[in-house]
């Protein structure tokens, strides 16, 4: 038994070290780019991706070639991972919870109040700074330019909230 779990160990943590390479690849390709959005992106790509692989490579190790530190290292790991995770999903769900849209007659979209959410996320989208980034990136995306072209039949389809964003602003 202590010989298939370590292949499957192995195994996992081999699949995770080769998926690491793309999302690393992804990181180092938006570097080419300039524009505010692939670089908001970037660095968290190229720290989860080097995190994925250095993790990957503990837990490889250790279950492959029997280093019992190693395999420590990861389990200690994997288990402050999970739990940020875990952490991470309950605080989206308290920001966000009570949050949701509400459907406006004779529109195809939702409009949402900045009164339902959190006082931390409200504070958050308040932020001028915030909205400075937010800004660039839509202008440099070249997204106004499109919305202008629109006829008013195609405000009446179904639209993602950017879009109704733009249309608005």
């Not at 298939?4 to 080769?18: A, D, H, K, P, R």
């Not at 409200?122 to 700074?129: L, T």
């Not at 106004?144 to 109704?164: A, E």
Request: include cysteine; aromatic fraction near 14%; proline fraction near 4%.
């Amino acid at each position: 038994m202590y010989r298939f779990s370590n292949t499957v160990i192995g195994f996992l943590n081999l699949f995770t070290l080769l998926a690491s390479i793309p999302i690393i690849g992804a990181g180092l390709w938006m570097a080419r780019s300039s524009t505010t959005c692939e670089s908001f992106l970037q660095t968290p790509l190229l720290v989860v991706g080097f995190v994925i692989l250095i993790i990957s490579l503990a837990g490889f190790i250790g279950a492959c070639f029997h280093v019992a530190w190693a395999l420590w290292v990861y389990l200690v790991i994997m288990l402050f991972l999970i739990g940020a995770l875990m952490a991470l999903t309950i605080f989206g769900f308290i920001v966000t919870g009570a949050g949701g849209g509400v459907v406006v007659p004779g529109r195809m979209y939702r409009e949402y109040h900045l009164d339902n959410y959190s006082p931390w996320l409200r504070k958050r989208i308040e932020d001028p700074h915030y909205w400075l980034t937010v800004k660039s990136c839509i202008l440099g995306s070249k997204a106004c330019s499109k919305v202008v072209l629109w006829t008013p039949f195609d405000l009446t389809k179904d639209m993602t909230p950017i879009q109704v964003i733009l249309v608005i602003v």
